[in-house]
Nanobody, 121 residues
């Protein structure tokens, strides 16, 4: 089994920055993709950014230029640097990793528990 643990959320003023991190642990052979999703109050969860092990990063239009996703593959960790935070960035941020683990034929997707980001105006 694979577990994801997130950290880095909090309460910040508009214009501030946060750095979220998410580390996977368990019987991991390799990680195929890492991504951050977010869910604003009363809205559906949406993709914010993703980074495949091979390939280019992908960002939602609403976060381009302010969010930067990066990874430390040796530590099975993905980061999300968020700059110039806006009140509309408020929500729960979830990490998702697609992981090939030992004993499984195919990669599976795992979610973190979510970390709250609140931006005050």
């Amino acid at each position: 089994q694979v577990q994801l643990v997130e950290s880095g959320g909090g309460l910040v003023q508009a214009g501030g920055s946060l750095r979220l991190s998410c580390t996977a642990s368990g019987n991991i052979v390799s990680i195929v993709t890492m991504a951050w999703y977010r869910q604003a109050p009363g809205k559906q969860r949406e993709l914010a950014a993703e980074i495949p092990r091979a390939g280019s990063t992908n960002y939602a239009d609403s976060v381009k230029g302010r969010f930067t996703i990066s990874s430390d593959n040796a530590k099975n960790t993905v980061f999300l640097q968020i700059n110039n935070l806006k009140p509309e960035d408020t929500g729960v941020y979830y990490c998702k990793q697609k992981v090939q683990s030992a004993g499984r034929l195919w990669p599976a997707e795992y979610w973190g528990q979510g970390t709250q980001v609140t931006v005050s105006s």
